[in-house]
């Protein structure tokens, strides 16, 4: 099956909104083999939408047509379609009734413009929306499947499942696809790539690899074609596994946070944070996994300099003599943030995330990080070259990544992430 | 100028990432007065893209071509461009000599991967990226005016406002479009759209209104296109914030955090906070603003009942007898934090983010937030049907507006907010 979106509205050419439309319809159709060939997106323009129309549906065994079904004026999608086949537009009576329903449901009088999306291409089939005022449009051109829904998110969902993809499924074969998603952490794409190409020459010509460089996290995608590619797929992932061996995270949707609680509470130790630079950063992406609590029970955002004396018992001379970023703040942070919070194990970052407080010592960029245990305590100073949300972002993944390493006892700095290492002694 | 653009890459097809970069182009070239006309997006499929190059160059007077310039096997725009302008890829000097610089600055090494993002279509003109180890590719095609550019959309940003807005300034007529967005928070967009409807009937012909909702904040976007418009658009403002009220948190690109701490720093008060359900994320959110230091000496993530009692003196028997999630644990929160933090104001948040733990009295979605200061201290219940990180999301936006509210004097709650409320005596 050659299937073909085309996506319409002036608010998709002027940047007010990004079209997640189109990637909900590929992540639907994937697990089914069916992949978009060709995706346009036009604004409201009668002509041009006519051509693309015919065009696409020229080009493809289905057309999916997602936006201008409306009740504006701008929603052209039914008049193009009739325009395309030349059939008049028409109240269709499958469509009066739908709004007819849908208004009294909501205690709701039929308006003028409500009306207007009941006028569609004479002798059109509907595809059904169970969800809201305007009904689909089912029409075949030039032997081409065109279905056009509107462009709310959550319609278009509830109509691709309950409605188009057991449409198409009665029409065109359906495929068996396998997706294996790999998170990595501290490695680069081209990184990784040198390395899967020179552990595994003969990659298998079954199996697809592709990559997403999501940042921070790199995934790695496996694709296997067909119903016997399980075996293959799994041996596939351990040969990546080897050879990105603890840069790999764990299997997507796990996220940074995700394999630290995974790790935790294999492990059965508590985790907490203090955090300056950051700013709630790492705490706000550890409570972002549910079931956090089993292994977070808190942190404390020491923003000023006063908090980190009182709330986390540095040193006030130390603060003043090594500056609030330095090897021992962060380790004297780390300390006080496991007694106050009675934490197995924990992180402390402090630095200057920027724009301003930079110094020729300590540029921006600069972050002291400390993490472990009061037992095995270890501390390392990076500069990272990025802006302020960057610099947050890098800096709370870098925490929560080391201290997975620490859980899973691996000593090895991550390696993306080395060449931003200072020594101390630059302090 | 007739503009198209085509992204490529089989990650946006199979709707592993979704496009935002073709907005961020609409956005920045809006105010020019340049609209995209035609945006096409395909796969990894070499034949496709030439095809597409071809046929979108003999339809336009500029080409954006967006990604496929990566070091991997399936980057491959600069082979199409060259197929399509019948030339050889061979080595760029220039491209080579930003990749070496590139590599030096990063005391990393020049890999093979690497390299071949040095192999351009012979003759070609490079755009400069500052950012990334891949240059852009500038070319020209039946007449057509080709750019194309990275996929990372930090690199694609600083290359379109540098390097390709300069470009086609030089060659193309641009407009005066002056645009002004409000962010308003607590109101939904019809009842904005209502509002300035009622209160603007006659609105000018040469202002266009517009809305995007990018919960929890909703623009207002007014547009004046020509060069004398700048009073009336000012005078519009006033009608639309005269209109809104206190819904107004101001001109874009103010957030919730930035408009509290401008408040605050006005008011000069210091802002604190104390995070149960929300789990860091208003910290998060307030330091991600450049000079969050100025009023906000920092918080406490108390996830726990433990850190409840030992950071913030909530008493054991009112968080046995009342449960974690009641009124007078969030007072107590807050007092707590208030003290520990030394701060003026702050907020303090205890509920359920779910997906577990979940009670018939205290559903998933249950929140109480108390905020203000020790003297004039206010709390609320609230049930918000949402999942998990739509939770933590609009309550710590909530909190945020409600700390800015009681900064700058405004005794209403946000009014979108209001059908969330509960009386305390549900608990």
Redesign the interface.
Known sequence: MKLNVLTTGN??????????N?????????PLGW?????????DDLP?LCQ?IDQLCADGDVLLINGGLGPTVDDLTAEAMAQVCERPIQEHPEALSHLQTWCQQRNQSLSKANLKQTRLPADCAIIANGRGSAVGIRMEHRGCLMLATPGVPSELKQMLSEEIVPLLRGRFVSDHIRTLRLGVFGLG???V??RLSDAIPDWPADIEL?????MPVL?V?LTARGEHLGDKLSQCRRQVEDALCHHVIGELPTSLPGALIEACRQHQLSVC?A?SC???????Q???V????DV?????????N??KK??LGVSASDLEQAGAVSETVARQMLSGALK???ADIGVAVTGI????GGSPDKPVGTVWIAWGSHSAMQSQRLVFPFE???F?QWVSALALDLLRRHVVGVDEFPQLMQ?FCQPASSD
Do not use: N
């Open positions: 608010e998709l050419m002027a940047g007010d909104i990004i079209d997640s189109s990637a909900m319809m590929a992540e639907i159709f994937e992949r978009i060939h060709k995706k346009v997106t036009v604004g041009l693309e794409e081209s990184t790539q040198e592709g990559f997403r460089a999501s995934e995608k944070a955090e950051t700013g709630g950063l790492i705490a706000s550890l409570t972002s549910p079931g956090a609590s977070f029970p808190g942190g404390i955002v020491s923003y000023s006063g908090l009182a709330l106050a919070c009675g995330a920027g724009p301003g302020r949300a960057a947050q060449r």
